[in-house]
């Protein structure tokens, strides 16, 4: 009687075919032992091969496939029993595989795959063998139930369509579009490299794949090359902890990208995310040029990581934290954004008042094509990097557009400490509206993101978006990544240069308004601006004040300094808070004998010399009183005295006491109303109507004029136009002559403006012609008029509906007009539409959320004013328009987004 082998216990690692597996067995300190087990007196299908070495390919027999898939997935994972025979003259282990605990009522393995058709019995041994007995019964009931391979047809429909290799892996990657595809992991060659075969049937490819973001320690020799032998720190532990989850088991394969004709992709399981888990337990570090591919899910690997560093576990059992910890209030605030230095630093303001420099968090601005990170090139004597350095002036315009004056959440990343001569730089995470704006830079290709050694923790909390970002950038060749038509801007910088200020000085007289940007202030009075419409930089000065300076250095540039003025450095940063790198319009007057420009600067509409003289920063110079501000300035003076402020705080005005009691009596608003017809409106919320009344002389001047041109008609082109000459021009919709202004000429185009309608047109200069002196005389019947106690909303689009909706309301209608207030020249007034229950147009206005209140001070209006502010609380309650989200005199910054 034969002795019964022997039972053994273990888990099953890997079917390798349909009649044969790799066992597991209790591990004793160390790596646990295997066994690979042939199920004995049965066959399995042979599996297709691939080409080694100089063998040849073979194709699967049918059922291979289905054999061994049974196998694995009733197996693999699975503690099982099994016995061992030695066959005699062979190395080779047979054997039975019992799924269960107790052998008495476990499945056997064989007679299964018998049952199901899928192996073939060897019945040699079928003589006084009760084991093959059984299963040659199972297989004759299998073979009469048609199961598996046994199926009178259609045996080639289960041999496998294997691709071994894929001919254009990109093209691939691309075909499958970040789609999940079911796979099964065949091999892992160490904890971040697998080898996996894709079920796209009836095709089959198997592929090699690094696992995005991570990387494991590898077996390399000490020369680096492959060898499987190797002793690496921690890389057998990875490469088991990988197979005891991954090997052979169901997945989902994200094809992110392709390196050395490797795939590079994510690996998804219903338990987790191998590559999260790998990191967690310190067995991988993550890598950046992988990562950068990942659709998501980059943030749980960094997460990840950090908590092994933290938890210095495995590969981080050294680590040392690079970075100092920063918490409260100086790791997260909210700031405005006051300047912007360069492409990758800004300045900004906070609640308190503090001004700090930050720098965007692991972007570098534009620099020259030869020039290193630490190794300047050689420049010019006349260098400009803003200018010169190709995208480093767009780099610095997306910025100074999108954030200067608006608030921004900053968070700060790291602290670059000071070194080889360079300050210690705050590096921080700027975002505005929930966009990350280092992102935008990058992802316009306006800056590059800083590469970092694996170990270094000193980088953005964002890093990986920047990285992806990066790469977008780079395959649409945008800005530093473009090959060609790099931009060049050839800007004359004319401050301080007499000769070339006489040649620009014309056509900045001519010129009724320029744009400008400031691109530096040296005091309340003294700017730099970029003219970019003459690509020129200049010097402006500030016309009809006398603004006190700061301290400034000496002449002969020895170190010594002048000491300043009073009030001089409240006035140089009045100035900066609200112009520096702000758009702004200029109307140059003439040049003193330094060869700067001498003007006026208006900033959000606002005239800044008014703006200083208002504050008691400035005083108003004698050569204002022939200027047409000079009203408005005085006006500001009178104010800035009645109120002592700054160079007012010692002021004492004769019969002062006088002229107050005589104010005081001023208290009631006084209303004589005006018929009107508001026939035109300008951007600025400005109207212009026409009085009633005056109508029937408006209708026969211009009969008369009719009759003048249908008598005399003037000769095409024999008219030369000049600005500010008042001309007859034929207006383009009815073809009839009209009163006009000449606000500009260009070429054949010529801007005018009708004095007697308020509106205006660019006409063809044929259809200008001389006025006849007769009708020079009288004065123009359109009058300009602001909306009282009213003012814009600043954001934009908020502005062009409220001037359209108040062109709605009130254009080509009659309706009462009372004039308020004057600012200079320009009457203020407000209209009432007699037709609507006297409806006041800007209370209506208010009360809908178009328009704000403005804080009007005179006694006599604070009636109306309340009036008009009980509208706008109104407006707020409702969240009306401008009100839509909220208290916008908080913040009403603009969002802006990536792909502009």
Known sequence: MSTPPKTNWGIVKQVLSGDTVVIRGQPKGGPPPEKTISLSNIAAPKLGRRVVNTGEETKDEPYAWEAREFLRKKLVGEEVLFTIEKAPNSSREYGCIYLGKDIATAENITETLVSEGLVSVRREARQGNEVVARLCELEDAAKAAGKGKHAASGSQEHVRDIKWSVENPRNFVEKFAGKPIKAVIEHVRDGSTVRAFLLVPPEYYHITLMISGIRCPGFRDAEGKPDPTAKVPYAEEAKFFVELRLLQRDVEIILESVNNNNFVGSVIHPKGNIAEALLKEGFAKCVDWSMTFMKSGADKLRAAERHAKENKLRLWKDYQATTPQISGKEKEYIATVVEVVNGDALMVKTADGTLKKIFLASIRPPRLQDEKANEPAQRSKNFRPLYDIPWMFEAREFLRKKLIGKKVNVVVDYIQAAKDNFPEKVCCTVTIGGVNVAEAMVSKGFATVVRYRQDDDQRSSHYDELLAAEMKASKSGAGVHAKKNLPNHRVADIAGDTAKAKQFLPFLQRAARTDAVVEFVASGSRLRLYIPKETCLVTFLLAGISCPRGARPGPGGNGSMVDGEPFGEEALAFTKDRCMQREVEIHVESMDK???????????????SVLLVEAGLAKVHFTAERSEHYRALKAAEDKAKAAKLKSWKDFVEDNEEEKKIEEDKVTERKIEYQKVLVIDYTPELH????????????????????????????????????????????????????????????????????????????????????????????????HEYGLACVQLPRDEEYRDLAVRTFAEDVQNRQLNLNIEYRVGNLPYATLIDPNHDDEDIAKTLITEGYLLVENRREKRLQRLVADYRAAQESAKKNHLNVWMYGDITEDDAKEFGLGR
């Open 594 to 608: 330094a060869g700067n420009f001498i003007g006026w600067l208006w900033v959000d509409g606002q005239n800044l």
């Open 687 to 782: 109207f212009y109507a026409q009085l009633v009344e005056q109508g029937p002389k408006l209708e026969q001047l211009m009969n008369k004029i009719r009759q003048e041109f249908l008598a005399n008609a003037p000769l095409a082109g024999a008219f030369t136009p000049r600005k500010g000459e008042l001309c007859a021009a034929k207006f383009s919709e009815d073809g009839e002559w009209y009163r006009a202004r000449v606000e500009k000429v260009s070429g054949n185009n010529v801007s005018v403006f009708y004095v007697d309608y308020g509106n205006r047109e660019v006409v063809d200069i044929t259809k200008c012609a001389a006025l006849p002196s007769a009708f020079a005389t009288e004065k123009p019947y359109a």
